[in-house]
């Protein structure tokens, strides 16, 4: 019965939510391909479900934002207001 107790604890630390886990790219990184997928200044820069989200101004003053996934590092969404 005691295994039983270990298996359920083994599977349940198995499930722990993928949030939890670091990214593969860290905010540097994010932060260089936000500026080289035309951010010129970066305002504000989070971690959201598996998405570093960049918003600031584009070299013509225009509010940019981008979305950069934290597993590959591509640029997932670029908008311009």
């Known amino acids: ?9 083994a599977i349940a630390f198995a499930a722990l939510p993928a949030f939890a886990q ?3 790219i860290g905010v ?3 932060l260089r391909i936000a500026r080289d997928g035309g951010l010129a200044t970066i305002t504000s820069i ?14 013509a003053g225009k509010e940019m934002e981008i979305d950069i996934d ?4 591509a640029v997932i969404r670029r908008e311009i207001d």
């Open 46 to 59: 989070e971690l959201d479900d598996g998405e570093w989200e960049a918003e600031g101004r584009d070299s």
């Open 1 to 9: 019965m005691k295994s039983l107790g270990y298996a359920i604890a």
């Open 70 to 73: 934290a597993k590959t590092g």
């Open 22 to 24: 670091t990214p593969a």
């Open 28 to 30: 540097e990184d994010a």
